[in-house]
């Protein structure tokens, strides 16, 4: 079998955590920030696991990260 390509927008975006979940960074916090509270935008800063849905379809796209 040949080897799998890396989706390398993927590979930017999602990284694994050593117990094999994958994280992403929060969304909306490139512009637009006058309105939205400082408590959010520092909950925002806070990186979070992919959900369990959509944690199968992005493995594929990062196999061996």
Do not use: C, E, Q, W
């Not at 969304?27 to 992919?50: E, G, M, N, Q, Y």
């Amino acid at each position: 079998m040949p080897k799998i390509k890396t989706n390398r927008g993927a590979a930017k975006r999602f990284r694994k955590t050593g117990t094999g979940k994958i994280r992403r960074n929060k969304a909306f916090t490139s512009h637009i920030l006058t309105k939205k509270s400082t408590k959010r935008k520092r909950d925002l800063r806070k990186a979070t696991l992919v959900s369990a849905a959509d944690a199968k379809n992005i493995s594929r796209l990062i196999p061996y990260l």
